[in-house]
């Protein structure tokens, strides 16, 4: 049965991952919608060497892409690290604890 639990609780975490990056992929394309009046004074966007227009799609794409490195880079640490668990419960009597 704890497998079961695990798989689903691991389910819903990516689902959650999915949304999160989905979310930022909207949230960037409305900014861009939003900031879109201002890129005809030739405003950019950049990363470190790479410059961008601020378009509804190019600040989609880089919310999509920052947010799921993001949470992939920390999604990966967590699961990498819950192999090492060890604080499994044990069986334990419960009518002995009354």
């Known amino acids: 049965m704890s497998t079961i639990a695990s798989t689903a609780g691991r389910r819903v975490v990516f689902v959650i991952y999915a949304v999160a990056v989905a979310v930022s992929a909207l949230f960037g394309y409305v900014l861009?919608?939003?900031?879109r009046p201002n890129v005809l004074d030739g405003t950019v966007g950049s990363l470190g060497p790479i410059t961008f227009a601020l378009?509804?799609?190019n600040?989609?794409?880089y919310g999509?892409?920052?947010v799921g490195l993001t949470l992939g880079v920390?999604?990966?640490l967590v699961s990498y690290a819950s192999q090492y668990d060890d604080a499994t419960p044990t069986d334990v009597d419960?009518?002995?604890e009354e």
Request: charged share 5%; net charge negative.
């Open 32 to 35: 861009g919608y939003v900031v």
């Open 55 to 57: 378009t509804p799609l």
């Open 59 to 61: 600040l989609a794409i």
């Open 64 to 66: 999509a892409v920052m």
């Open 74 to 76: 920390l999604l990966v």
């Open 94 to 96: 419960v009518d002995a």
